[in-house]
């Protein structure tokens, strides 16, 4: 697999005088990728649009992967080896990665998964200098499709209990330290958002705290990642409403997720941060027991909340997550959730709702990171105001806000239980495809993993 530009040379070796014809043919008709079959290999050229913005020319390479990786399989090649004819190694990198993503796939519960199995196993990326590129990006996709696993996992399988296995394998396997909270600890330290949510599930809850810390990190104080933990969400006693509103609700766990591939990629490439990562859990469920509208639930942080509904159940997990984080003396706190349908409706699935107190210097670090690796943000306002949508009669706050601004209000509830620098992520958009999005896949995205590792790494 050949990565260059139109005006890239090509080892004369490589191509025949017919294949160069032929290749020159397709050039003047505007076309950007080729095959030649040269018996028993194959040869695979994509050209770089090099007249885009470099972010959206790097996008779509990596979109290329994806219809490379088609081809590939298709043919039944069981590698593939990528070559750049450019001296920088972005595209070729961004189109390696493209490839990887791309070729993820959940196959576990098929009795006969080798029919379905994809042929290309293995990719080789070539470059003169900075090998170690390689490797790093062989280990973020190796998180992506971590984290991809966790959300296509469905409830049957994956409780809170498992999921907090999950990570800890996680942590075994990489390198970074996990400590899980079960019900009796979660119950002393009086986490009650966390509890109150879990009152309607037969399965107990779990709070994970994963820890990267090497040996001398650059940070003083430490990055925080929380994550939202819901392993299926039916609303609970605010049961949701449509025929199908409950069908892929296995992925409200998507901001976990990407926490714990986050820090699985920090550690396998052990970037030289303190980073921790901290995932409350439960699933959200009508049981005779279950928590209801109307109830008024004393936080970790000992806030009251008023409940009004059931179905906002995770920003009350998330809350008491935030104000635990408050224990680490945290530099930034960020969350990530599905968290409204106000942020999916807003934007859709091409891109990430954010909003936060940080300050301009953070949120423009992450919404570079965001065009960078195409996880693209989109901030909206947070100005004190929102505030008075959650005002209660009976106790500090509700947890919803009305008809209005419902994205915001969720985030300026979680603001409530923060007292440090923070900015939120509300992934419920592109968390989960229903249909195959280019390298994105179908099924679980993986989204928040590159972005966070992206604005890490460069912090």
């Known amino acids: 697999m050949l990565v260059g530009k139109s005006t890239s040379r090509i080892k004369p070796w490589l191509l025949s ?36 913005k470099p972010n959206q020319s790097l996008e779509e390479t990596r979109k290329a992967g994806k219809i490379i990786a088609d081809l590939v399989n298709d043919r039944k090649l069981s590698s593939v080896t990528v070559v750049g004819l ?80 999950e990570i800890e394998e996680m942590g075994r396997e990489a390198g970074f330290h996990v400590e899980t909270f079960h019900k009796k600890k979660i119950e002393s330290l009086k986490m009650g958002g966390l509890l109150a949510v879990n009152k309607g599930s037969i399965d107990p809850p779990t709070f994970s705290i994963l820890t990267w810390k090497p040996e001398k990190p650059k940070n003083d104080k430490p990055i925080v990642l929380v994550g939202k933990g819901v392993v299926y969400d039916t609303g609970g006693l605010s049961l949701k409403p449509t025929h199908d509103s409950m069908d892929y609700m296995k992925c409200d766990m998507a901001g976990a997720a990407a926490v714990a591939g986050t820090l699985y990629a920090l550690a396998c490439n052990k970037v030289p941060l303190h980073v921790v990562g901290i995932i409350p859990a439960t699933d959200n469920r009508p049981d005779g027991n279950a928590y209801v509208p109307g109830d008024v639930i004393r936080m970790f942080d000992n806030s009251t909340v008023e409940v009004l509904n059931t179905d906002a159940e995770g920003r009350m ?3 008491d997550g935030l104000a635990w984080a408050e224990k680490l003396d945290p530099e930034l706190v960020l969350s990530v959730a599905t968290l409204t349908g106000a942020a999916h409706v807003a934007i859709g699935k091409y891109g990430i709702v954010s909003m936060g107190n940080a300050g301009k ?33 009976i106790a500090d706050l509700k947890n919803i806000g009305g008809r209005y601004a419902g994205a915001i209000t969720a985030g300026k509830f979680l603001e409530h239980f923060t007292n440090y620098p923070y900015i939120h992520l509300d992934i419920a958009g592109p968390a989960y495809n229903k249909t195959r999005d280019s390298y994105r896949g179908k099924g679980g995205s993986g989204i928040g993993v590159r972005l966070f590792y992206d604005f890490i790494k460069n912090h």
């Open 17 to 52: 005088d017919q294949e160069r014809d032929y290749l020159k043919f397709c050039l003047d008709n505007k076309k950007k990728q080729f095959v030649f079959n040269q018996y028993p290999r194959w040869i695979l050229v994509h050209l770089i649009d090099d007249q885009k």
């Open 86 to 165: 450019e001296k920088k190694n972005d595209h070729l990198l961004a189109f390696a990665e493209g490839l990887a993503l791309s070729s993820y796939q959940f196959n576990k519960y098929l009795n006969k998964k080798e029919e379905k199995d994809n042929s290309l196993k293995i990719i080789k990326v070539l470059v003169k200098e900075n090998k170690q590129a390689v490797k790093e990006l062989d280990q973020l996709c190796r998180a992506v499709y971590k984290t991809r696993d966790l959300v296509n996992e469905p409830l049957s399988t994956l409780t809170a209990v498992k999921l907090s296995k």
């Open 317 to 319: 997990i998330l809350a």
């Open 361 to 393: 210097k953070e949120m423009d670090a992450l919404k570079k990171s965001g065009e960078h690796v195409f996880e693209r943000i989109a901030e909206f306002p947070f100005w004190d105001e929102y505030d008075e949508l959650l005002k209660s009669d």
